[in-house]
């Protein structure tokens, strides 16, 4: 079954502007993931964070992670029209591997 | 590095026909999964393996088998493919302390 789970489902912006994807889950985690799919692509991995991290940082990109809420979100700043994908967080279990991807929010950046 | 390589990329088959989707990867990863992704679902695990020789079971696994005889190779067997495995099909796999790295996919169709 579905764990995390991606708000909006769908978000469209102008570039320049910043993109906020929302992500939840039901269980205890080991870490969260996120994931970028371009349209007909595999998934690309964009930053992991530890359930012990409360926010982190890569490029662009800022991730925070609320374990007492289950909830996780990421922050695109000066969107491009390159980072129009869907957009994918994935939990991992405590003292797994496996993950668990939610449905995805599929993000539009207008030139 | 040529990272996980997905074989074929594209695939009719018809019911009742029996297939294998190869999956190789040349990192030394320790964890490979097979993932599923159909519209509006997400992602969903069907097998996953843990080292040579071990696998186990995820969300959706009736209806294929793996194995797992080298580090390097994780195949995954359509026994009786059937119009519900129609489906896009990510092989992924991960050194257990990072994200995964995914395969561009293969792209099945049971008619």
């Known amino acids: 079954s579905q764990q995390g789970e991606e708000d909006p489902q769908a978000l469209s912006i102008q570039e320049g502007e910043n993109a906020t994807m929302n992500c939840s889950y039901k269980?205890?985690?080991?870490?969260l993931q996120w994931y970028r799919q371009n349209s007909g692509r595999g998934l690309v991995h964009l930053i992991l964070i530890r359930s012990n991290e409360r926010e982190k940082h890569s490029g662009r990109l800022r991730v925070t992670l609320d374990t007492s809420k289950k909830s996780s979100s990421l922050l695109i700043t000066a969107s491009r029209a390159a980072d129009t994908a869907s957009y994918f967080c994935?939990?991992?279990?405590?003292?797994?591997?496996?993950?668990?991807f939610g449905k995805g929010t599929k993000l539009s950046v207008i030139p | 590095n040529a990272g996980v390589t997905q074989t074929p990329k594209f695939q009719v088959l018809k019911t009742g026909q029996s297939m294998t989707l190869q999956c190789a990867q040349d990192?030394?990863?320790?964890?490979m999964s097979w993932y599923r992704q159909d519209p509006g679902m997400g992602l969903r695990l069907i097998h996953y393996?843990?080292?040579?020789?071990?696998?186990d079971q995820g969300e959706v696994p009736n209806g294929y088998n793996v194995s797992r005889s080298t580090t390097e190779d994780f195949p995954l067997r359509l026994l009786s493919a059937a119009p519900s495995q129609t489906s896009v099909y990510f092989c992924?796999?991960?050194?257990?302390?990072?994200?995964?790295?995914f395969g561009s996919g293969t792209r099945l169709t049971v008619v």
């Open positions: 269980t205890s985690i080991n870490n």
């Open positions: 992924a796999s991960t050194r257990g302390t990072d994200g995964y790295t």
């Open positions: 994935a939990d991992g279990g405590a003292g797994s591997y496996q993950l668990t």
């Open positions: 990192m030394n990863h320790e964890y």
């Open positions: 393996s843990v080292g040579a020789g071990i696998t």
